[in-house]
């Protein structure tokens, strides 16, 4: 009787789903009935109807980008919180004081960052595993998916990042024991990925594979934690070269604001460093384009209680000033420097821009300054918009393929695969021009790798076999698994090439990213080629064709 059930459960799984993961070919696909928001959209022709969907994409585009900058901005704050902490002085008995970083650098590269610019993946997959709850197959956002994820970050976000840098510039992973285990986990998990739907239990999840695919993201962190802190036996012997004090290097100071005492508060944290510089108050502006960057403003010990509470009350007052702000400039189409121009047509054209960017600019108004407990309102803020944004995303990627004919996996391989990797790529872009080392861009592209498998395919897979076993005691069946074998054999070999240029440039160049402007440009189509072999190989797998 379960056997029937299963069996009829296909046959409209395949049905109902077959169109979106099938063989489904460009030329005589039936006329899609789909739409994005309204029903008369299916009376237009496909064409136009693909065009308008595209721009739609490209639009999604332009706002990941702009909520991701603030995302990026927002774990600045977050990573750069300090805590008090009080010892003895076991010579003269005295209290010292000293601050230290509530963050480990390695961590954040991997939690905060990583699982950050993973989240559209993982809320996208876990909402459709919800959905899905009860069908013993699993559903739509499946392994194909996500390798075609891990494929453009490994890439494309590479070849961004080695050419982002100025000419000339160098920037080097300065810890590779932390990076070497980062991306010995990254690749396992497609290892493992491959093992549990090929060889333990082939086309099948139980309860216990999805399980320990989430619990390995734990081992990820602690073992990345062990090589960080040089933990014997559970670390490799490599030394770290060059690692800055800062998660985030300072700026150089506007010289029109360096009499400002208390500078741009919604970016600023107020430190206190060093015991010999008990009597200066520390005000480290995080990334503003206009706000100083380290300014030393001299207190006395008899007024500092009270300056400090005055201070916070002026600052707690001026970031609400601040926020009322965004909102005004959201809804400015020309600023000062445009009214400058000499040129009516630059004027125009800028104001044009600026009027296409409105709503976004509208919208991620309501994000609160960073400034709001260390930044995690606005941190938790961005990831909602992230995922909203990414839901439109997966939904015009559906209603692309629906009208086109154009099998659902090559549009995941490509169009999903950026869309929801693009925060990906806008957080490694701004590391590697922000930070003086290479290690959180290229930590963020390994590590999300390892997000997507462990956390983003394993919490939806946890969600639906815990479900199924506890119902039905039966396991997850995975759907058209047959190519997905065939993508992870390339996906190796070619990301075994794109490792080998880094390891390339790391011996010759002395550094990953950057360098010589044209070494930096052949490295960057290097990169590109290997990911259009790769989506042309699988597509042409999935597609039937090869």
Known sequence: MLQLEVTTMASAYNQSDGGRFGDTNIVGHEKCESYFLFRGETTLGEGFRTLLYFLGLAYCFIGLSAITARFFRSMENVVKQSRKVVEIDP??????????????????????LAFGTSFPQISLATIDAIQNIGNLYAGGMGPGTLV??????????????????????????????????????????????????????????????????VLQYGLLLMHAYAQDKRWPYLSLPIPRTERPEEWVPGEVPSPTQENNVYGEYSDSEILQVGEENRNVVDIFSIHSNNAPVYQKVPVTDDAAESSNKHFHQEKDLHVLSLWKEQFVDALTLESLESRKLNSIHLRVARMSWQLILAPWRILFAFVPPYHFAHGWIAFIFSLLF???????????????????????????????????????????????????????????????????????????????TAYNFFMY???????????????????????????????????????????????????????MLLWIIFVVLSSLRVSGII
Do not use: M
């Open 91 to 112: 010579d003269t008995n005295a209290e010292v004081i000293r601050y230290e970083k509530v963050w480990n650098y390695a961590i954040a590269d991997i939690s905060l």
């Open 148 to 213: 075609g994820s891990a494929a453009f970050d490994l890439f494309p976000i590479h070849a961004v990042c080695v050419v982002v840098p100025k000419a000339g510039e160098l920037k080097k992973i300065a810890d590779i024991g932390v990076w070497l285990v980062e991306l010995f986990w990254s690749f396992w998990a497609y290892i493992w990925l491959y093992i549990i739907l090929e060889v333990w239990t082939p086309n099948v999840i139980t309860l216990w594979e999805a399980l320990l695919t």
């Open 386 to 464: 992230i995922s909203g944004i990414a839901c439109v995303v997966t939904k015009l990627t559906d209603i692309i393929s629906c009208v086109t004919g154009i099998n659902a996996y090559v549009i995941a391989f490509t169009a999903l695969a950026s869309g929801t990797s693009w925060p990906d790529l806008v957080a490694s872009k701004i590391a590697a021009e922000r930070q003086t080392t290479a290690d959180s861009a290229i930590a963020n592209i390994t590590c999300s790798n390892s997000v997507n498998i462990y956390l983003g395919i394993g919490i939806p897979w946890l969600i639906d």
């Open 473 to 527: 005691n039966e396991p997850l069946h995975i759907q058209n698994a047959a190519g997905l074998s065939f993508s992870l054999l390339v996906f190796f070999c070619t990301s075994i090439g794109c490792i080998s240029v880094l390891v390339f440039r790391r011996l010759t160049l002395k550094a990953e990213l950057g360098g010589p402007r044209i070494w930096a440009w052949v490295t960057f189509v290097y990169f």
